[in-house]
C-alpha cells in the first residue's frame, strides 16, 4: 500500500466476517479495523464516509459485510 498508494496501514483486530459461496467459488470476507497514515494517491483509490457507502457500486457481497460490522445499526439504512 505505501509504495503504490502511499499509504502505510497498520492493521487491527477483525471486527466482520462472512462466507459466500458462488457457481465457482468460495470467499471468505473479513473486515479488519486499521488505521492509515498519509494521503492516498491514484484515481482508483479514496476513502468513503459511512454516509457514502449506499450509493457506491458495491457488490451484495460487500454490502452484506459492512451491514455485520458492529455498532451501525441497519445497515443500508431504509428510508422513511
Known amino acids: 500500500m505505501a509504495e503504490r498508494h502511499g499509504l502505510v496501514v497498520e492493521v487491527g483486530e477483525e471486527l466482520a466476517s462472512l462466507r459466500r459461496v458462488l457457481t465457482h467459488r468460495d ?19 479514496r476513502f468513503a464516509r459511512l454516509s ?15 451491514g455485520a460490522l458492529p455498532g451501525l445499526g441497519r445497515w443500508p439504512r431504509q428510508n422513511p
Open 52 to 66: 457514502e457507502l449506499e450509493s457506491l457500486a458495491l457488490s451484495t457481497a460487500v454490502r452484506r459485510l459492512i
Open 27 to 45: 470467499l471468505q470476507l473479513t473486515a479488519y479495523r486499521c488505521s492509515a497514515r498519509g494521503v492516498a494517491v491514484g484515481e482508483r483509490l
